[in-house]
């Protein structure tokens, strides 16, 4: 057994009486006490765990090579068996539009648990010690709704909305954040062949106005709490002749109607479609379902047209991958991303037709310390109990970074002793075996953060950075799956199974599609390559989306057909594993050659760096007249606090720290020292950085509403920053004469 070669180590230290200090003792003699463990009880395990059926799921080949070209290749995966999908696709009423895909639901689980709204029972206001007053509520149970009754609201909405005079194939905005109101509207829209356009809630006035005016949309469906916010641009959007409100907890009097506009409650369009007689006007299936606007990182957002059978055949692609964790009837979905997002939309959906109930919940009551939790009130999480949870790597990053804050605030000791059971845990993991004395002693309190059975995460919008993927995964006791997709391709392109435990990867191309890796000869990529096939990832299949709204030219360029299959060009540049799975090393986009003549990817560097508890948000720059890459970075709030106790300045403000060249050293020299740890090359490390107090935000237009760096507006508001920067000039003399109070307050060093 491997844990046993550290005996010798344990039994030298003992006899030689404090040879090792006391964290080396106690991770000695618990490493001793493991390997005891490990020799007595291997044997039970090995009949239990049958480790070998797991090592060969593990090691499977999951896709092949079924094409070559002169300059491509061509991957489809694996087939996997999936009974439900069969199913489905078998059901005596074709489902191939995403009304009869919840038709089908409706009538096999009827009564079952379907949608669940968390009631609030009051809210209070709390003063914090800056003097702003927050919001906190007092939350109660979950409130569920079954299939059953999903489906006659959706269809008295669906018939409401036709009787306030849209018609089949018009188009209606959704402006709210994910609810189960926001999914009752979809359905019923899908009833009556309306599109569903859809708008991120933390996109800026214009990016809301486009969506709205660029759709001509007669309808706005919109939640209270952005109602102001609409009301700002309407008088733009002339084509808006009915703007009906989701309320929210408290609701307020509907504004008065004006000689253009109508204002109706949710429940009033409930009320109208029960007595209406407005039959359903089922879509076929090339019918637009959704206009997704994406969230605009290189200029205005563009709406994606996705079909029915865009989004059917999405569904059918990815139910086969997400049964390989081992669906039970009790398990349960929170609903935790914007519905706006193509992740959310998609995984929601397919869970619905898997008759698994979905709790709704937002970022900020999630977890018991979310900040709009009264205080003595449980989190979403808490109170649902999920089994299940659709999250972007920004969250997974939070709770690695939080994870890891609060183990060094309990000591040295304690860390050490974490990070020896986090070893352990994933070396057997590895080999097949489950370890749940590790579990019960030492990882169920993590597991308790998310309600205490969560199992499957399926994290999707940006990478994830190796570590973090390997801590959450291991530390939480889930299966966590990186998948890739694009809102162009319906979310779905590759998605590992549940057996699969390698990080950096995206997995297999998911069934039914097919996926392409083309020679980018400029950047040096080439599907000849001897460590493995390299180029452009081109996805094609039913699920590749119809192309972007009103925007032929730019359809044109991303889209095309061959052979009877749509194609979507990605930007992306992948590689083949010796297994099938895809590893995305790089973006067209974000590759920088740099002076030396090698390629450095800004995204591949800033995922690592946002590993580091300095560092709440970083964007990367290089220039080809430089060695190396320079960076803005956002510190994080709790780092720097601490820095600044470290550092004998903790009288200073967050923007006299920003501008304070010893504090920017500090995080410059840590952050470097953890680069090198992450293992990125010389020439891939940041050797300059600006410290920007002012955290970045949708509606300050630099970063989107899914939360990725707009780089060009970055690059713009930053513009005399960066040449500065790259000209490595220090000019701490100049920085200190800045305004003290100037927002965002920034300063520069550069090490050369």
């Known amino acids: 057994m491997s844990s046993l070669r550290i005996l010798p180590g344990v039994f030298h230290s003992i006899i030689c009486g404090g040879a090792l200090d006391s964290m080396g003792f106690v991770t000695g003699l618990l490493g001793f006490l493991l390997g005891v463990w490990d020799f007595v009880t291997y044997p039970i395990y090995l009949m239990i765990d049958r480790p070998w059926q797991t090592t060969r799921l593990i090691a499977r080949t999951r896709a092949r090579i079924v094409s070559t070209g002169a300059n491509e290749i061509t991957i489809k995966a694996v087939p996997l068996p999936s009974p439900t999908k069969d199913e489905l696709k078998n059901a005596p009423e074709e489902i191939n539009t995403m009304e009869r895909l919840f038709k089908f639901s409706s009538k096999k689980y009827g009564d079952k648990k379907c949608l669940g709204t968390r009631q609030v029972l009051g809210?209070?206001?709390?003063?914090?010690?800056?003097?702003?007053?927050?919001?906190?509520?007092?939350?109660?149970?979950?409130?569920?709704?079954?299939?059953?009754?999903?489906?006659?609201?959706?269809?008295?909405?669906?018939?409401?909305?036709?009787?306030?005079?849209?018609?089949?194939?018009?188009?209606?905005?959704?402006?709210?954040?994910?609810?189960?109101?926001?999914?009752?509207?979809?359905?019923?829209?899908?009833?009556?062949?309306?599109?569903?356009?859809?708008?991120?809630?933390?996109?800026?006035?214009?990016?809301?106005?486009?969506?709205?005016?660029?759709?001509?949309?007669?309808?706005?469906?919109?939640?209270?709490?952005?109602?102001?916010?609409?009301?700002?641009?309407?008088?733009?959007?002339?084509?808006?002749?009915?703007?009906?409100?989701?309320?929210?907890?408290?609701?307020?009097?509907?504004?008065?109607?004006?000689?253009?506009?109508?204002?109706?409650?949710?429940?009033?369009?409930?009320?109208?479609?029960?007595?209406?007689?407005?039959?359903?006007?089922?879509?076929?299936?090339?019918?637009?379902?959704?206009?997704?606007?994406?969230?605009?990182?290189?200029?205005?957002?563009?709406?994606?047209?996705?079909?029915?059978?865009?989004?059917?055949?999405?569904?059918?692609?990815?139910?086969?991958?997400?049964?390989?964790?081992?669906?039970?009837?009790?398990?349960?979905?929170?609903?935790?991303?914007?519905?706006?997002?193509?992740?959310?939309?998609?995984?929601?959906?397919?869970?619905?037709?898997?008759?698994?109930?979905?709790?709704?919940?937002?970022?900020?009551?999630?977890?018991?310390?979310?900040?709009?939790?009264?205080?003595?009130?449980?989190?979403?999480?808490?109170?649902?109990?999920?089994?299940?949870?659709?999250?972007?790597?920004?969250?997974?990053?939070?709770?690695?970074?939080?994870?890891?804050?609060?183990?060094?605030?309990?000591?040295?000791?304690?860390?050490?002793?974490?990070?020896?059971?986090?070893?352990?845990?994933?070396?057997?993991?590895?080999?097949g075996h489950s370890t749940p004395i590790t579990d019960l002693i030492v990882f169920s309190k993590f597991k308790a953060v998310l309600g205490g059975r969560m199992r499957a995460m399926l994290s999707g919008g940006a990478p994830l950075a190796p570590d973090s993927h390997d801590f959450c995964r291991t530390c939480l006791g889930i299966t966590l799956l990186q998948g890739y997709g694009l809102t162009e391709t319906c979310a779905t392109a590759c998605v590992p199974d549940g057996h699969d435990l390698s990080t950096g990867r995206v997995g297999p191309p998911l069934q039914q599609i097919s996926l392409r890796l083309v020679d980018w000869e400029e950047g040096g990529y080439l599907v000849a390559d001897p460590r493995g096939p390299r180029g452009e990832v081109i996805i094609g299949g039913g699920q590749v989306a119809a192309g972007y709204y009103n925007m032929p030219e730019k359809t044109r360029e991303e889209f095309f057909t061959d052979q009877g299959t749509r194609w979507f060009r990605t930007g992306d540049i992948g590689q083949m594993m010796p297994d099938g799975t895809i590893k995305i090393v790089d973006r067209k986009k974000d590759l920088v050659k740099m002076q030396g003549g090698e390629y450095v990817s800004l995204g591949k560097v800033e995922s690592l760096m946002k590993l580091h508890p300095a560092v709440e948000n970083i964007c990367v720059f290089g220039d080809s007249m430089r060695s190396n890459p320079v960076a803005l970075v956002v510190p994080g709030e709790v780092w720097m606090q601490k820095a600044l106790v470290r550092l004998g300045k903790d009288n200073m403000s967050r923007a006299e720290a920003c501008l304070d060249p010893e504090v920017v050293a500090d995080v410059l020299d840590k952050l470097k020292k953890h680069a090198v740890a992450q293992k990125l090359q010389r020439f891939e490390i940041p050797d300059g950085i600006y410290l920007v107090a002012e955290p970045w935000t949708p509606e300050s237009g630099l970063i989107t509403a899914a939360f990725k760096l707009k780089r060009k507006a970055l690059e713009n508001t930053f513009k005399d920053d960066l040449l500065e920067l790259y000209a490595g000039n220090n000019n701490d003399a100049k920085m200190k004469t800045k305004n003290m109070n100037s927002q965002p307050a920034r300063i520069l060093v550069s090490s050369m």
């Open 123 to 431: 809210d209070m206001g709390e003063t914090q010690p800056s003097g702003k007053v927050f919001t906190k509520l007092q939350l109660g149970d979950y409130t569920w709704q079954t299939y059953s009754q999903v489906a006659a609201k959706a269809d008295c909405l669906g018939k409401g909305l036709r009787e306030v005079g849209v018609k089949p194939r018009d188009r209606v905005v959704i402006y709210a954040n994910t609810s189960a109101e926001w999914m009752v509207c979809a359905i019923g829209a899908f009833r009556q062949s309306l599109a569903i356009v859809t708008i991120y809630t933390n996109l800026g006035d214009e990016g809301v106005l486009h969506g709205v005016t660029q759709t001509e949309a007669s309808i706005v469906i919109v939640g209270e709490d952005l109602l102001a916010r609409l009301l700002a641009v309407l008088p733009q959007a002339p084509a808006v002749k009915n703007v009906i409100v989701i309320p929210s907890h408290n609701p307020d009097p509907l504004p008065s109607n004006t000689a253009t506009v109508s204002f109706h409650r949710f429940s009033s369009i409930l009320s109208s479609g029960e007595t209406s007689h407005i039959p359903c006007s089922p879509p076929v299936p090339q019918d637009t379902a959704i206009i997704m606007y994406t969230s605009g990182s290189t200029g205005v957002p563009k709406g994606v047209v996705l079909t029915h059978a865009n989004l059917v055949q999405a569904v059918f692609c990815l139910i086969p991958t997400c049964e390989t964790v081992k669906l039970r009837p009790d398990d349960c979905y929170l609903a935790l991303l914007p519905l706006a997002h193509v992740l959310e939309l998609l995984a929601e959906n397919m869970l619905l037709a898997l008759g698994i109930p979905i709790g709704y919940s937002n970022p900020k009551t999630f977890l018991d310390t979310s900040s709009m939790v009264a205080k003595g009130y449980k989190g979403d999480a808490s109170v649902l109990r999920p089994t299940a949870v659709a999250v972007v790597p920004l969250v997974l990053d939070t709770i690695y970074k939080s994870i890891r804050m609060k183990m060094t605030q309990r000591g040295a000791l304690f860390t050490e002793v974490v990070d020896f059971c986090y070893n352990y845990k994933l070396k057997w993991m590895r080999r």
